[in-house]
């Protein structure tokens, strides 16, 4: 009978790794956590750049300050996670479940954010240049003071959003549904250069304070 080589381990065989046990792996050099079952973990000011997080279930747990540049977080649990003054640079959240998320300061310059769930999402004061948000559901969501510049916000659901002091320059909204949007009436404290815009066939509304 011919030797046969180990078996390949699947990623979940680490779903159930503690806070602890992950920051000693990724010590090593191991960046890949896929599937994994963390809820509730305290990873705040953690360097984890590059870590491959993809379908992971971190609801509930503390980024905040962590840096997680270039990490893949495709279609992950995201509920509830406090990623306030974090550094998610060309992080990858297609997909993901963010729904409720302190998201406030974060540094998201070119993230890839298609198709992901930001319901009621605090991004106050973020830094969204250049990232892809077409097809986002940001229903209820604060982005007050955030920089979107060259953001793409392509057919996006911004329903009842609240933009006020925003910045807009060269922003993307086409076909983007913002009914109810909050920039203040007179839209003097959210930048939104017509000429630096593309609004076409956006369903667009401003709630007037």
């Known amino acids: 009978m011919s030797s046969s080589s180990p078996a390949f381990q699947p990623p979940d065989a680490i779903s159930h790794l503690d806070a602890a046990l992950l920051l000693e ?45 270039g990490a893949n977080l495709r279609e992950a649990k995201l509920k ?10 060309l992080v990858n959240l297609i997909g993901a479940d963010l729904t409720d998320a302190d998201l406030s300061q974060t540094n998201l310059s070119e993230a890839g954010m298609r198709a992901v769930n930001l319901v009621r999402t605090n991004l106050d004061q973020a830094i969204l240049r250049e990232a892809n948000l077409n097809e986002a559901t940001l229903d209820r969501a604060r982005l007050s003071q955030a920089q979107l ?9 911004m329903l009842a959003v609240v933009m006020t002091g925003a910045n807009l320059d060269r922003a ?18 959210t930048r939104l250069n017509s000429s630096h815009l593309v609004i076409s066939y956006a369903v667009f ?3 007037k304070k």
């Open 25 to 69: 792996r990724y010590a090593r050099g191991e960046r890949d956590f896929r599937n994994l079952h963390l809820v509730g973990a305290n990873l705040a000011g953690q360097d984890l750049a590059g870590i491959n997080l993809r379908h992971a279930n971190l609801q509930n747990s503390d980024f905040s300050g962590a840096v997680l540049v």
């Open 80 to 89: 509830g996670v406090n990623f306030h003054g974090a550094n998610l640079t």
């Open 149 to 157: 510049t060259d953001a793409s916000l392509s057919r996006a659901k």
């Open 172 to 189: 993307n909204l086409t076909s983007a549904l913002m009914n109810g949007a909050e920039m203040t009436g007179d839209r003097k404290s």
């Open 205 to 207: 509304c401003l709630k």
